[in-house]
């Protein structure tokens, strides 16, 4: 009995659902630009074989700027080519940017709100595989001036306290600045100092030597011409002194 209402629910939950189809629009309260309001970057790495082609999707709205970034990393195998051949299409289908290279970078405004098609194509490989490293993403230039101008209309709601804070911060800011360019100053004249001294002091101990030398040689020389003074010839015949 039991196993007889059990099949008979499965066969009343299975009917149903045959019934209802596929479930065609999950949010219906929420439009295509907030429902696909995602990361604005993406990086990472992938790895094409040879001749293999891969494409990925990436959301976009109208007027936001559309950016990808790539690079071939690792190339492997036999008769080894850098060059990737890679082209992003508009949800149209029209091709908005294509570059053919080891390295590139294609950057557009968007013309059409939907999801753009980047394709990356090993064709130049027939017999090897390469990494390549990918970013891409959208920014959107008037939504940081709006978050900015959100931002000031925020400060401007702060209570004193914090504005207070905040004027305190600066002026500690601004005497940390002055107390390290003053430490700056003080260490470059300390380097200074440290050089004239070591120069004076090689200055010193060069002249000093000189000068001793000079005082050995000028003795040396006075014993020399004393010596000669009292140095007297033998006449002929005369047996020399003891």
Same mark, same amino acid.
């Given at each position: 009995?039991?196993?007889k209402g059990f099949?008979?629910?499965w066969?009343?939950?299975?009917? &149903? ?20 309001? &995602?990361?604005?970057?993406y ?24 950016? =990808? ?6 190339v ?29 970078q ?21 017999? &090897? ?23 000031e209309?925020? @400060?401007?709601? @702060? ?6 804070i ?24 300390r380097?200074?100092?440290?050089? =004239?001294?070591q ?6 101990? @060069? ?7 000079? @005082? ?12 000669? =003074? ?13």
């Amino acid at each position: 009995m039991l196993q007889k209402g059990f099949y008979l629910v499965w066969l009343l939950l299975l009917f &149903g659902l045959s019934n209802s189809g596929a479930l065609k629009d999950p949010h219906p309260e929420l439009s295509d630009q907030e429902l696909f309001w &995602g990361a604005d970057q993406y990086d990472f790495s992938i790895m094409l074989r040879a001749g293999d082609l891969q494409c990925y999707w990436h959301f976009a709205h109208f007027g936001e700027h559309f950016y =990808l970034n790539f690079m071939v990393q690792l190339v492997t195998g036999v008769a080894l080519d850098r060059h990737l051949s890679v082209t992003v299409n508009a949800p149209s289908g029209l091709i908005v940017g294509k570059v053919d290279d080891a390295s590139g970078q294609i950057a557009f405004s968007v013309k059409e709100t939907g999801f753009y098609q980047m394709c990356f194509s090993n064709f130049h490989n027939r017999f &090897g595989s390469m990494q390549v490293f990918l970013n891409f993403g959208v920014y959107y230039e008037g939504q940081k001036e709006e978050e900015k101008k959100k931002k000031e209309e925020d @400060i401007k709601q @702060i209570n004193s306290t914090l504005s207070f804070i905040e004027e305190s911060s600066s002026r500690l800011q601004r005497f940390v600045f002055h107390m390290w360019r003053h430490y700056n100053y003080e260490r470059m004249r300390r380097g200074t100092d440290f050089y =004239l001294l070591q120069s004076n002091s090689t200055y010193v101990n @060069i002249w000093s030597a000189v000068q001793s030398l000079l @005082i050995i040689t000028a003795g040396y020389l006075q014993l020399y011409c004393l010596k000669r =003074l009292f140095n007297t010839k033998p006449a002929d015949g005369d047996k020399p002194r003891c």
